[in-house]
Structure formats: structure tokens, C-alpha cells
């Protein structure tokens, strides 16, 4: 079965540590994307790939990198310089086409404490 | 600013009725338009898009509508069932090609009644 797998689901740091979020796609779609969602917001985008080893920021990459060494592969670091980091992270991928859908994993709960 | 606006956080609709979703947008660039469906502690699954060209599209129970003069569009579910309660997200998109260029609306809570 395609799609995205992102781990763990839950994730649990004590403030000033970073931490890393897994994202793995085996649909072979050349994009990949971190968003956040927060209670009651919509989606916001982090940090965006449309290739490997290139990536660009989203809207609110303050605290956040990325790297994107394979095409399957697109983890996210959330830094002890990201002041909010209690949230829901949602990892997606899309082909180049475009307007193509964007296919999302099941996203990881991050609790910072 | 908010470019995508879903004025109604929750929505409850009995079941077997029509649910309707609206969306309003600000940015004229925008030419395509999607929405999402959210279950808790999910992600988010694509369930219809429509084109700037058009001013409907169906899929089944689904219907989206366009209204380009009003910045608005809506999607209709008929008749709704227990299973369609869940957040849906309005998208658009400026026609950059990727999702880059995709605004979010904050969503819309749908419940649907026994």
C-alpha cells in the first residue's frame, strides 16, 4: 500500500531539547511538506521540498530545519528556538502535476513541556 | 489577513439532510480550489477540487459550487450521513503549481445528527 508514514504519533520533550519528526513516502512523489495545525487554525506550512537535497520555507519556519537527502525522506527538526512547539505536525507529499491533491500521513502530536 | 475564510467553526446538520459548507476568499489570483476532510488525530484526505473555470463540480453525495463575483464557494453533501462528521478544510491555490502556493481556511466543524 502507497502513502506516508510519519512517526511516532506521539511525541513527549521537555523544553530545550530538539527533537526530530519522521516523514517516509513510498507513493514516489517528488514533493514533500510540513504543516502545523493548532486548535481552531487552519493549516500552515513549514518548510516545503519540490527536490531532493532542496527545500524552501513556508510560512512559519522560524524553529523548524529540514533536510531531504532521499526522495522518500523528509524530516523535520522543531529546535529549542521555536517558541510554541505543542502542536499537531502533518507531513504531506504531491506530484508534480498541477493542482494535484496533496496526500497527507497521519501527523504526530508533539507535547512540550 | 486571512485569505481563506471559513466564518462557521461547527456546523450541526441532521442525517439525511444536506450539509452545506460555505468559503469565502479574498485573493482574486486564486484559480483552483480544493477540500480536505479531517478525522481526529488524522490527516487530512483530498475530497473534491474545482477549477476557476467551472462553477460546479460533483462527486456523488458531494457538490462543489464557485461563485467568482462573490469570492465564495461552497460544498454541498446529500444527503449526509454519520460517517461525513469530521473537519473539513477549504483550500486555495494561486496557481503556482505546487502546494506552496495552497491557503487554508481554519475549517469547519461538521456534526451530523441520529
Known amino acids: 500500500d502507497g502513502g506516508i508514514t510519519q512517526s511516532p504519533k506521539y511525541l513527549f520533550r521537555k523544553e530545550g531539547q530538539n527533537v526530530t519528526l519522521s516523514c517516509e513516502q513510498n507513493?514516489?512523489?517528488?514533493?514533500m511538506y510540513w504543516y502545523r495545525q493548532d486548535p481552531g487554525q487552519g493549516l500552515r506550512l513549514i518548510y516545503y521540498?519540490?527536490?531532493?537535497?532542496?527545500?524552501q520555507k513556508g510560512d512559519i519556519a522560524e524553529g523548524y530545519s529540514v533536510s531531504r537527502e532521499k526522495k522518500e525522506s523528509f524530516p523535520l527538526t522543531v529546535t529549542s528556538a521555536q517558541k510554541n512547539p505543542t502542536a499537531f505536525y502533518l507531513c504531506?507529499?504531491?506530484?508534480?502535476?498541477?493542482?494535484?491533491?496533496?496526500?497527507f500521513g497521519n501527523g504526530t502530536r508533539l507535547t512540550v513541556t | 489577513d486571512q485569505q481563506v475564510k471559513q466564518n462557521s467553526p461547527s456546523l450541526s446538520v441532521q442525517e439525511g439532510r444536506i450539509s452545506i459548507l460555505n468559503c469565502d476568499y479574498t485573493?482574486?489570483?486564486?484559480?483552483?480550489f480544493l477540500w480536505y476532510k479531517k478525522y481526529p488525530a488524522e490527516g487530512p484526505t483530498f475530497l473534491i477540487s474545482?477549477?476557476?473555470?467551472?462553477d460546479k463540480n460533483e462527486d456523488g453525495r458531494f457538490t462543489v459550487f464557485l461563485n467568482k463575483s462573490a469570492k465564495h464557494l461552497s460544498l454541498h453533501i446529500v444527503p449526509s450521513q454519520p460517517g461525513d462528521s469530521a473537519v473539513y478544510f477549504c483550500?486555495?491555490?494561486?496557481?503556482?503549481?505546487?502546494?506552496?502556493?495552497?491557503?487554508f481556511g481554519k475549517g469547519t466543524h461538521l456534526i451530523i445528527q441520529p
Open positions: 504531506a507529499s504531491t506530484d508534480r502535476g498541477r493542482n494535484s491533491p496533496l496526500h
Open positions: 507513493l514516489n512523489h517528488d514533493a
Open positions: 521540498s519540490q527536490i531532493v537535497n532542496d527545500f
Open positions: 485573493n482574486s489570483m486564486f484559480d483552483y
Open positions: 474545482i477549477s476557476s473555470i467551472k
Open positions: 483550500a486555495a491555490s494561486d496557481g503556482g503549481g505546487g502546494a506552496d502556493g495552497l491557503t
